[in-house]
């Protein structure tokens, strides 16, 4: 896909392209033709420090050659290469490829390391030194950005060592969660639960659920309220991993604590969204990511027995 909007700047950026080199030749072929007006002596006229002079001499051949042989190469590499606005170049090189290329490369160097690790079951691999050297390695390059390098997440991205998990902690859930990424949605619920003081009962009595600092007074109030929030968060608000509704009760909170971050909630909702690793990792790299993010909450057997 080209990264032009439309054919203007494509055009535009092959006549800047063009028009530079054609601008230089232009120049070099003037000044090979011209030579400014000089004195009996071949001089120019201009003196610097009472008895510097500066010469009417033209380039020296080999220097001309050089810029010559510039152009050239210039026009040979937006011939052979991308350069000139939406055309590919007659090898059609793309960064995108070659990247690709040492990816692939990488992969087929790494993955007799790796084969002794995909048949091994996720407990297993958590407590082989080997195998999280490289888990760590893969979650620090492509985890740690949202999660942190500690893998305990910040406001909005989730915490993955502290056994609480949206859509289950098991080997599987996390594999899943890694290969094929989430999209966490919840809706503006201002319009389903009331007014604004509705909205401030029900936050109070969400903070309630968990033993978290609340008005009780508001909190009963807004408990009838809670009905439409229980079809995910489920009757007291324990959550529901099926659909990723988190649990209200363990104080917890993965977008802000607080009566004013609950109401923010509720009137505006929240989509959320981890990205598909499928595609960028291989299904050995995805093995050994699980059994190290798996292995952030829980003590394998293999790695208690060491």
């Known amino acids: 896909m080209s990264d032009f909007t439309n054919d203007f700047w494509s055009h535009f950026v ?61 026009i040979g590499y937006l011939v052979v290469f991308p350069g000139l606005g939406s055309y590919r170049g007659t090898l059609a090189w793309t960064t995108q490829g070659e990247y690709a290329k040492d990816v692939e490369k990488a992969n087929a160097e790494l993955a007799p390391v790796y084969a002794a690790y995909s048949a091994q079951p996720v407990e297993r691999l958590a407590g082989d030194p080997g195998a999280m050297a490289i888990g760590e390695r893969l979650f620090l390059n492509n985890c740690a950005q949202c999660h942190g390098s500690d893998a305990r997440g910040s406001k909005g991205f989730p915490n993955l060592a502290d056994g609480d998990w949206l859509h289950g902690g098991t080997p599987e859930k996390i594999h899943e969660t890694i290969a094929l990424g989430r999209t966490g949605v ?66 917890i909170w993965l977008h802000g604590y607080g009566q004013e971050a609950i109401i923010a909630m509720i009137n505006g909702g929240k989509v959320n969204q981890m990205p598909a690793q499928q595609g960028r990792l291989t299904e050995a790299q995805i093995h050994v990511l699980t059994a190290y993010v798996w292995g952030l909450s829980n003590k394998s057997p293999a790695a208690a027995g060491q």
Do not use: Q
Request: proline share 5%.
């Open 14 to 74: 092959t006549a800047i392209a063009l028009g530079g080199i054609l601008a230089c030749a232009l120049l070099l072929w003037w000044t090979a033709r011209f030579r400014g007006p000089a004195s009996s002596d071949n001089t120019t006229g201009h003196v610097w420090d009472e008895d510097l002079r500066e010469m009417n001499n033209p380039l020296p051949r080999w220097w001309m050659g050089l810029f010559v042989l510039t152009i050239v190469f210039g």
């Open 186 to 251: 919840m809706a503006p619920m201002a319009a389903a639960v009331g007014s604004a003081e509705d909205v401030k009962n029900l936050a109070n009595y969400v903070l309630s659920l968990s033993g978290s600092p609340h008005d009780s007074v508001r909190a009963g109030l807004g408990k009838a309220k809670f009905t439409v929030c229980a079809a995910c968060h489920g009757i007291g608000g324990v959550g529901n991993i099926a659909v990723g509704a988190p649990n209200l009760a363990d104080r």
